[in-house]
Each structure stands twice: as C-alpha cells, then as structure tokens.
C-alpha cells in the first residue's frame, strides 16, 4: 500500500522554510543510525563486519540443523559459524582456492540456483492474488458438491464364521458401537467402528458397493475385503460439501504459487534454444543437434483435489 502525505495548501515565509530545512536535516541526519540499530554488527573478523541480517540468513540457510537448539543456543552457534566461515574463507583465498575450476563451477551453480529460486518466489507471490485463489476454490468445489458422501461405523474381523456371530447379535438388539469396541480388530474400534464421512473412492471397492447401498439405519451381511471380514451400519447419507476456503487455503495458495512458477518457466522454454547434444550423440549422424522442449516444468501439486479438499475424519 503507498501512503502519500496530504498537500499542504499554506505557503511558508522564510522563517518557516528554515525551520522546516532544518527539521529536514535532522531526520536525515538520524536515518543512518535507525538502519544500523534496525541490523546492528554483532563481531568482526580481521575487521570485516558480521550483522544480524547475516545472522539470518545464516539461520535461513542452515534450517533443520538448527532445529532443536533454543534460541539462545541457536543464534551463539549461527555466529560462532559465522565466524569461522570469514576466518576459512579468507585462508582459502590466500590459497587461491577460487582461482580452480571445480570452485568456479560450484560457484556458477550456486548463482544460478539463487537466480532461479529468487525469479520464481518473486512470480509466485504475485501470482497468490486472492483472485485467484479464491477462483480456483470454486472451480474445485463444484467438482465436489455434487457428490454423496456416506457417515458408517464398521466392525472388522478375521473370519466369516466370526462376522456371521456378530449379525445375530446384532439382530438379536445388540449396541453396533458397544460391539465394535469390543470385537472389531479396526484401530478405530474405540470411537464404535465409527468412520464418519467418505466417499466411494475412498474405501475399498466391496466395502463402497455396499455401504453406498444400503439405507440409513441398516445394517449389512457379512462383507469380505482384503482386511478382513466387515459387518457395516449406515448411519446417514449426504451430499458432500466443500471445505471452507480457510480451511484449504494453504493448499490453494502453494497450488497457485507452483502453478504460476511452472507456467512461468514453460513460457520461458518455448522462446528458448534447447539443443540437447546428448541425445544427438546416441543418433546415427552424431553431427545432428536435436532440438528440445521438454514438458519438465510442471506444477510439483496437482491441483486441489476432492481428497485434499475433504474435511478430516472422524
């Protein structure tokens, strides 16, 4: 947001001008000192100067090494690094280590990995607009509100003689949640064999075909599933609905973001000369240079889909 000062429509004498030029001059007088106390110089190597920024990104850098330090441990470790890191790197270039080709490699990779990853995060933060994440939220809710959802509980056991024992009881007026806590070998035999809502593709094929059939209340035959034997109860059915957009904005946004860079790098490629000479080196005429446009650059995230857009279950 660009916030500009309200005109002012007086005009000053003299007297004023000064007193104004001069309050100028302090406040540009003081702006040194407010940047170096925004990153102050915490050491010196030989006299060259380590900041907070340096801190930082040194922090930024070495993330999961740091991890489990507190803080205090954290920021002494990251300067003690820091430290050692101007003391070597000056004893390497006494050494003249940048003058040898394995380091101007290293080095040439380094710049253009950090080009790269600077160029996409800048595109994929403009491309997060709430625009267009909120576009691709309805797209994706209309693929999802259309479909029945089920809420059963199941009692999962390993023979049918033991499955067909468990529906005379049941029949007989046994509690289905009371037998499920104490017969089924389902890990969420504590919560009643409760499963709360799916979807069809979210179950085994024998198990969706028949719980999607059977009616709120009822209760099923014996069902065999590579788990085991089930017996299921219904408990109701509905029409699936989409997730709040907070509930699935994260995923929305890192969706747009590997979009935007993806589509970013194509458009790239496609005004790009690619010769891929390693390939034209297993051809019969070797002179040839096959030229290329590969489809690499995808998004590494589909996009949301009904599972990920999916309330959690019970």
Request: proline letters at 5%; one cysteine or more.
């Amino acid at each position: 947001m660009t916030t500009s000062f309200p005109k002012i429509g007086l005009r000053f004498g003299l007297a004023s001008a000064a007193v104004t030029g001069c309050f100028a001059m302090v406040l540009l007088a003081s702006l040194p000192a407010r940047a170096e106390d925004a990153n102050p110089v915490l050491a010196k190597v030989n006299g060259s100067e380590i900041r907070q920024s340096d801190v930082a990104l040194a922090e930024e850098e070495l993330g999961p090494s740091l991890a489990q330090m507190d803080p205090a441990s954290k920021s002494e470790n990251v300067l003690s690094f820091l430290i050692d890191m101007k003391i070597v790197a000056k004893a390497a270039e006494a050494k003249k280590i940048e003058d040898r080709d394995d380091f101007k490699n290293r080095l040439a990779f380094a710049r253009n990995r950090l080009l790269m990853d600077n160029l996409l995060a800048v595109e994929g933060k403009a491309a997060t607009t709430d625009e267009a994440m909120k576009k691709v939220y309805e797209e994706a809710s209309k693929q999802i509100t259309d479909e029945e959802e089920v809420h059963a509980r199941h009692i999962l056991v390993e023979t049918e003689d033991e499955a067909k024992a468990i529906e005379v009881e049941l029949k007989n007026g046994a509690d289905f949640a009371e037998l499920a806590k104490k017969k089924s070998k389902d890990p969420g035999a504590s919560d009643g064999g409760d499963l709360g809502f799916f979807t069809k593709d979210q179950m085994v094929p024998e198990f969706s075909a028949v719980a999607f059939a059977l009616e709120p209340g009822k209760i099923s035959d014996p069902v065999k599933s590579q788990f085991g034997w089930h017996i299921i109860k219904v408990e109701e059915k509905r029409k699936r609905k989409a997730p709040d957009f907070e509930q699935v904005k994260s995923q929305i946004e890192t969706y747009v973001t590997r979009k935007a860079q993806a589509d970013y790098v194509t458009k790239l490629r496609e005004g790009a000369k690619i010769e891929r000479l390693d390939i034209a080196a297993q051809t019969a005429t070797p002179d040839a240079k096959t030229e290329m446009k590969p489809d690499a650059a995808k998004p590494a995230d589909s996009k949301p889909s009904d599972s990920k857009m999916a309330p959690a279950k019970k």
